[in-house]
């Protein structure tokens, strides 16, 4: 009964290539985020999506596209993988738009990305 | 921008207290919250201030000054278990939850 999960646990892969994670929460939540987690350890917000809406997307290489095929799911492809994008990639739920100061946010046990 | 700070270490003992303090520059607020992070773990939500005070939570303790763009996480009764990575992350006035870069907390027998 996992709230917030995520596939793959680890990703190792080549540069160049293209690879997906997947994310899905149970909790019936109405937003859902992808933050990627760097060898410093700060956590910054990616993208953002309520109910299927974009509504974060921040300063990102366009290699990176996500996709939300319903409110429980948010997906996360990244295309021509480099090595600057190895990293903890962490999916996140929240029960509002993220607009309410007391929306907490809920996250996935996170995708250990290492590009070679 | 948000600017948060908080240290990047500190060691303790068991059964002993621990405060991590975290200072902030945002433009706007709209709260902040204190997550725990074991290593190659999730972050997992420990509380919430939005008002200045303090905001009690059985072991764990959170403070908040507005005015100060300061708050601060009181652990309590140390336990090993509670060695872990603290994040200080707050929500802006967009609404987006900036984090800070972590203190990683060691619990010592």
């Known amino acids: 009964d996992t709230a917030v999960s995520q596939t793959p646990k680890y990703l190792v892969t080549q540069m160049g290539n293209d690879k997906s994670i997947k994310c899905e929460q149970n909790?019936?939540?109405?937003?859902m985020y992808w933050y990627k987690q760097d060898s410093k350890k700060f956590l910054k917000i990616m993208f953002s999506?309520?109910?299927?809406?974009?509504?974060i997307n921040e300063t990102v290489p366009n290699r990176f596209s996500p996709k939300s095929p319903d409110k429980a799911h948010l997906n996360l492809h990244i295309n021509s993988l480099e090595l600057g994008d190895s990293a903890v990639y962490f999916c996140?739920?929240?029960?509002?738009?993220?607009?309410?100061?007391?929306?907490?946010?809920?996250f996935g046990p996170g995708t250990r990305l290492t590009v070679l | 921008g948000q600017n948060i700070d908080q240290p990047t270490e500190m060691t303790a003992t068991e059964g002993a207290i621990v405060q991590i303090n975290c200072t902030y520059q945002?433009?706007?607020?709209?709260?902040l919250f204190w997550y725990q992070q074991h290593a190659g773990e999730a972050p997992t939500f420990l509380s919430y201030?939005?008002?200045?005070g303090l905001e009690e939570k059985g072991r764990f303790s959170s403070f908040l000054s507005r005015s100060k763009g300061y708050s601060y996480l009181l652990l309590k009764e140390l336990q090993m278990k509670d060695s872990a990575s603290y994040l200080c992350?707050?929500?802006?006035?967009?609404?987006?939850?900036?984090f800070g870069a972590g203190t990683t907390v060691t619990v010592r027998a």
């Open positions: 996140a739920s929240s029960q509002g738009l993220g607009d309410s100061a007391t929306d907490t946010q809920y």
């Open positions: 909790l019936g939540h109405d937003t």
């Open positions: 999506y309520n109910n299927k809406e974009l509504i």
């Open positions: 945002t433009s706007g607020f709209n709260g």
């Open positions: 201030n939005v008002l200045d």
């Open positions: 992350a707050v929500k802006g006035g967009d609404y987006k939850l900036s």
